[in-house]
């Protein structure tokens, strides 16, 4: 197999050139204001500035404001998805329970729903409950989409835990609960993550529910917010870049340091019913 | 918390199991409860609101008034409702081709053995995972109609978003940007399943790699095709916030799919009866076409 290498070359070419848009963004958002609109564009930043980070992405009250919402609606979701998804994935997989491929149906088909058809319905009955413009407002909702997908994804975890090492845990006088906590919690440990990793992501992301359901700036996520301001930045577009850059940082990082744990879940969710 | 059950051990069989069961629905139920709160019930009453007339002063009052099938009839007597439900319709199919041709060729290369394939895999699914803001504000900046970058590439001076035509093609190919890699991760598990022992025969009948994918590769992708997809499908008809933020449904409603279409309806006009009309048809496409593909599914199987 000499001609391997090739291949990696022409692989990191076909990568690169597919990611070009995130590197144009980076590019972007480190260049000042004059050197965006050079001809021909600059393909790396000729005089680097973080003026943009500074000024645009953290220096604005309302974006603070944004990511600080964001990060409150994301952990929340993550906390609330973690309580409900992981002992319903474990009881689905390793519990001798009746109607398991009903409710595994259900997980299943309720996250093909559109955002919107929840969103606008949340909206009217979220007013009744006063939850319209309130952190646990998007908590719920965001949480809606992802403990159905946090129960499908974590479910075959649990499925690889040996029912031998379960029984033998209740032999020695270990309640299921027990079991389930001193068992089947550690060894999944990487599907906990996983599922952790992908709904703090799913929620820093999301952006039809923070529109609907946060018309109240100082409650607006990251996303709402940066989308209200675009047209203020007209074509400031280095920071503009820098503010996105700034939204996907998680995601990058994630990329970064889980990656494996990323991928895993990214494709199991999709692919094991 | 925990249910200490000290007789277990003492209990035998089947009454030990019987008195866990009931307790270890507790691990299911709070999941069905919540699903049910915040998925079934709005479904539910997003159905009813259809039915019913409802202005931004019943969402505040409540007491809606039944209205039959009226909603149902002024929409679908409706050429703006139509105008919307085709521009879905092609939205989506123009994606989802674009999807599968892009995560076809990516999984075809990305099969092929060699030294950091998984890293690159991987690092791909970065334009699926990235948040949809950040990503239409990026193709917002690429397709800039002066200084964007694909026009410094074409050597043109093309408004993109500002003309209905290109401003469909834009949203298309933002779309398929984020789903491509996602339809090569199902695409490279169907590769995978193919036996490689098939290209072996073929070669050695003298078949060239063209003759290969068209006779092997496609044939034998064709299940995992079909769940690509339908998979893709139902995601880019229900996709709301890549056009809403790359174009908000313009220039003069080319790009307004049905997502958007509803939105605008509820929340720029408060009209939430009609929209959720809007909203219920969004529904009915991909619950149809997954019956087809069951139908077709089982079919294959006991043929």
Redesign the interface.
């Known amino acids: ?1 000499r001609r ?2 090739p ?2 070359v ?3 070419l ?2 690169f050139v ?2 070009l ?2 590197y ?2 980076l590019n ?1 958002s480190f260049k000042k204001p004059a050197d ?2 050079a ?3 600059q393909l790396v930043p000729l005089s680097p500035t973080l003026r943009s980070y500074a000024d645009a992405a953290f220096g604005n009250p309302a974006i603070a404001k944004g990511l600080a919402n964001s990060a409150v609606i994301a952990i929340g979701t993550t906390l609330l998805t973690i ?3 992981v ?2 994935a ?3 997989a390793r ?3 009746r109607f398991v491929s009903v ?1 595994l149906m ?2 299943l088909v ?1 996250q ?14 979220f ?2 409950l006063g939850l319209v413009n309130s952190y646990a407002g998007l908590i ?2 965001n ?3 992802a ?2 997908l946090g ?1 499908v994804l974590l479910r075959p975890y649990f499925l690889s835990v040996p029912t031998e090492i379960l029984e033998a845990a ?2 020695d ?1 270990c ?4 079991a ?1 906590v001193r068992i089947a919690l550690p060894i999944s440990r990487p599907g906990l993550i996983t599922l952790a990793v992908i709904s703090f ?1 799913g929620a ?2 999301e ?2 529910f923070g ?2 359901l946060a018309a109240d700036e100082d409650l607006q996520p ?2 709402v917010v ?2 209200g301001l ?1 047209n203020a930045f007209g ?1 400031r ?1 280095n920071d ?2 820098a503010v ?2 700034v ?2 940082l998680p ?2 990082a994630a ?1 970064v340091f889980l ?2 744990y ?2 895993a879940g ?2 199991e969710g ?2 094991k019913s | 918390m925990a249910i200490t059950v000290p007789q277990q051990r003492v209990a035998t069989g089947r009454a030990a199991a019987r008195r866990t069961t009931t307790a270890e629905y507790l691990f299911v139920v709070p999941a069905v409860l919540f699903v049910g709160f915040t998925v079934l019930y709005p479904l539910g009453y997003n159905v009813v609101q259809s039915f019913q007339d409802v202005g931004i002063a019943q969402i505040v009052n409540g007491n809606a008034k039944f209205v039959g099938l009226d909603n149902y009839a002024d929409q679908f007597g409706r050429p703006e409702f139509w105008k919307s439900f085709g521009i879905s319709l092609l939205y989506t199919g123009g994606t989802v081709l674009a999807t599968f041709v892009a995560g076809l060729a990516l999984a075809l290369f990305f099969h092929r053995d060699f030294p950091g394939r998984n890293v690159l895999r991987a690092l791909l699914l970065l334009a699926w995972v990235l948040p949809t803001v950040v990503s239409a504000n990026v193709w917002r900046w690429l397709l800039d109609g002066t200084y964007g970058l694909l026009n410094t590439v074409l050597g043109t001076e093309i408004f993109w978003l500002g003309k209905p035509g290109t401003a469909m093609v834009a949203v298309m190919l933002a779309s398929a940007w984020s789903f491509a890699p996602f339809a090569m991760v199902l695409l490279l598990a169907g590769l995978q399943g193919i036996s490689g022992t098939l290209y072996e025969a073929a070669r050695i009948d003298g078949a060239g790699a063209w003759a290969q994918f068209r006779r092997i590769t496609l044939p034998l992708l064709r299940p995992v095709s079909l769940t690509t997809v339908l998979l893709c499908f139902i995601s880019t008809f229900k996709t709301f916030d890549t056009v809403f933020l790359m174009t908000q449904g313009g220039p003069g409603g080319a790009t307004e799919v049905l997502p958007v279409y509803a939105y605008k309806l509820a929340f720029s006009f408060y009209k939430f009866d009609v929209a959720a009309v809007a909203t219920t048809m969004l529904l009915v496409v991909p619950v149809v076409l997954s019956v087809f593909y069951f139908r077709s599914l089982r079919k294959e199987e006991t043929a």
């Open positions: 197999m391997r290498w291949m990696t022409a692989g990191v076909i990568t597919y990611l848009p995130v144009w963004m972007t965006i609109f001809t021909p564009p309580a409900i998804a002992p319903a474990y009881g689905l519990l001798r329970l409710f259900l997980f309720v093909m729903v559109p955002a919107v058809n929840l969103a606008l319905p949340m909206f009217a009955i007013s009744d719920l909702a949480a809606s989409l403990i159905p129960i209740k032999v006088g309640t299921t609960f027990g389930f992501l820093w992301g952006f039809v529109l609907a990251i996303t940066l989308a675009t074509t577009w503009l870049m996105s850059a939204v996907a995601v990058i990329f990656q494996r990323i991928v990214l494709t999709a692919t």
